[in-house]
């Protein structure tokens, strides 16, 4: 997997984290969760990542994905169960539309930002991602 960051030279970590080839079902909103923790500012380029960068991705990816599965994901869009109940993971949210609002991670105190990256909405802390 370390590979394909080697690979992707020019992309910033945000579109590297959504492309297809790295982790399937990293959706838009999944992608700035990961990012917020582990760290990372999303318009870094892959290529400035350590490794312990990467395996923290690799690890937060793993986390909010099955956390997002056991919540029955995010109802934001079109994911609702078939029982038409919205998901609970949406509630939980660090960073995502969260623009405006302090970082939740204890004893930061940025504010969260919200920019435009490849037409997506992506959210981070200006403070504790790097
Ligand atoms: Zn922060």
Redesign the pocket.
Known sequence: MFLYFLKEKKKNIKNFLLDQNFVSGIGNIYASEIL?LSKINPIKKARLLKIKDCKNIVNNSRKVLNDAIEKGGSSIRDFKNILGNEGSFQKDFKVYLREGLN???TK???T?LKKVISNRSTFF?????K
């Open positions: 917020f970082c939740k991670r930061c105190r940025g969260i802390c200006n403070t504790c991602q």
